[in-house]
């Protein structure tokens, strides 16, 4: 595999869920890489965003169903390995930081409990080995006195540092690809910044591939490299981050049309008007 290979490759991917009235598609055939870069996932709830990112990494449970003509990882074929390989592979080689880490993390084990079991659960370390690990990666996503920190236990710190958190123990293992699903909603705007600036220095410092899912536009057009659009379980627009205002598709002229202008303040936001005929539209490709 050459530097210029995708870290990720997504070749018609379908995500379907076996329901009493019958299947219900999530995602529906969309088609992706993701490089060394930022890759924003863009759309509303229900979109299908979240499921792309749990379905990279194999994360549908029945009767969920994931189906492809092609789903790698660093080149190996996810669909057709085993679960031990992928447990070695998640958290390892890739990561996925979820949306609420009070959520995510172990209420009754402290911060460095859950960190150090994490970093032990891929790699051959010693407690004292993985606790120093530790330590230098909370230093490394801006937590202040992160030996204390390793300490406390999750009630015990703030929304923005539990996202931290959480961002440091899916890097203990070195990843190469890191999925954010929502990582800034709920946190303030001063705090959204810092998380976002800890992401970039990241992904430019140990060239890491980011797949960056959000349902604000305006914040993905700025921090990302390139933007996929999803409506309906499908891409239905892709562009460069760059090039977002030459996007063609109603839905995205419609999202960057109800985005509130300070300078030019309306008295009504647009209304998305929706075309049922959308979810009949054919897929876009993001493959680069």
């Not at 679960?83 to 209420?107: A, I, T, W, Y």
């Amino acid at each position: 595999m050459t530097d210029e290979s995708p870290l990720l490759d997504v070749e018609n991917l379908w995500v379907r869920f076996q329901t009493r009235s019958g299947v219900f598609d999530a995602v529906r055939g969309i088609s992706f890489t993701l490089g060394r870069e930022r890759l924003g996932i863009v759309g509303e709830s229900g979109s299908g965003k979240s499921m792309t990112g749990r379905a990279a990494l194999r994360l549908i449970r029945p009767p969920g169903m994931i189906e492809a003509d092609k789903l790698e990882i660093h080149g190996e074929d996810i669909l057709s390995l085993p679960e031990r390989r992928m447990r070695k592979l998640r958290g390892g080689r890739v990561s996925m930081v979820m949306q609420d880490p009070k959520f995510s993390l172990n209420p009754v084990m402290s911060i460095g409990q859950q960190l150090v079991e994490s970093l032990r659960a891929h790699e051959a370390v010693s407690r004292s080995a993985a606790r120093k690990r530790a330590i230098e990666v909370l230093d490394e996503v801006a937590i202040r006195d992160p030996e204390r920190v390793f300490d406390l236990y999750p009630h015990e710190v703030s929304g923005g540092m539990g996202q931290r958190i959480m961002i440091a123990m899916m890097l203990l293992p070195n990843p190469e690809i890191l999925i954010a699903d929502e990582p800034t909603s709920a946190l303030d705007v001063s705090v959204q910044l810092q998380v976002l600036d800890i992401m970039d220095k990241l992904v430019r410092d140990r060239g890491m591939g980011l797949m960056f899912i959000s349902h604000d536009l305006n914040l993905v057009a700025k921090f990302c490299d390139r933007i996929a659009i999803m409506y309906a379980g499908r891409i239905v627009e892709t562009c460069k981050a760059s090039e977002l205002g030459q996007a063609k598709h109603p839905y995205t002229l419609g999202l960057l049309n109800s985005v509130p202008d300070l300078e030019h303040p309306r008295d009504r936001l647009e209304v998305l008007q929706r075309d049922p005929a959308w979810r009949e539209a054919p897929s876009v490709s993001a493959r680069q």
